[in-house]
């Protein structure tokens, strides 16, 4: 969390997030980023058609990450997978493809449209190995050393208290554990007043 930052922009940038999250829920990624989003997005970043052929359309067109995760490690099968900020849940059934049935994965979203929207995809699929809930990235509700991996895709720059993230993320994972995390990063100068930069946070 920026330190600057007052209780009340804190809380619009909670908000912000809030709607933006729910409206893409009830939309669908389609036409709510500026990235390309869905199949064409995950073509984009690489993943294997070995992988996408895997999932229907439907699916598919939920993906709204902004980089691969999986281009950053390996998962076992057999690996117990936490996905942060799953949004709609695609790269958390990825990974259970990659883990199998002796695996399990578990996608977490602060929004609950989202979460629901994830929980609409399992059950068109019917996998065993993928429970979806409701959580914050920085108060992760996991027991110590709970995971093998981690991944997470366009989420992290999304949270207000990075190091208490990152901080969570280390905790739940195992020793020689991974985070394959794809994020966003800054390469223009942001608005210079701190309105600008409050209403830069989520869009
Ligand atoms: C760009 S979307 C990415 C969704 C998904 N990872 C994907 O690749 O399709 C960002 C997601 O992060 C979630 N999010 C934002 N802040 C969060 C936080 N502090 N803890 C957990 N999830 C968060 C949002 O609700 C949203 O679903």
């Not at 399990?104 to 993928?130: C, F, K």
């Not at 985070?179 to 600008?196: E, N």
């Amino acid at each position: 969390m920026s330190p600057e930052m007052t209780e009340t922009e804190i809380q619009k940038v909670r908000q912000g997030i809030k709607e933006k999250y729910d409206r893409v829920a009830a939309a669908g990624a389609g036409d709510c980023f500026q990235f390309p989003t869905g199949k064409a997005g995950m073509e984009i970043q690489g993943y294997s058609q070995e992988l996408i052929k895997n999932f229907p359309p439907e699916v598919l067109a939920d993906f709204c990450g902004v980089g691969n995760p999986f281009s950053l490690g390996h998962l076992n099968p057999g690996d117990a997978v936490l996905d942060i900020g799953c949004g709609a849940g695609v790269d958390s059934l990825v990974a259970a493809h990659l883990v199998g049935a002796g695996g399990r994965v578990v996608g977490l979203d602060v929004t609950a449209a989202m979460v629901e929207r994830a929980r609409a995809s399992l059950a068109r699929l019917g996998l065993v190995n993928v429970t979806f809930q409701v959580g914050e990235a920085e108060a992760l509700p996991f027991p110590d050393a709970a995971f093998d991996a981690l991944i997470s895709n366009g989420v992290f720059n999304l949270t207000l208290n990075k190091d208490k993230a990152l901080k969570e993320a280390h905790r739940v994972l195992k020793p020689g554990g991974r985070l394959m995390l794809a994020d966003m990063v800054l390469v223009a100068a942001l608005p210079p007043d701190q309105a600008g930069k409050v209403e830069n946070w989520f869009q």
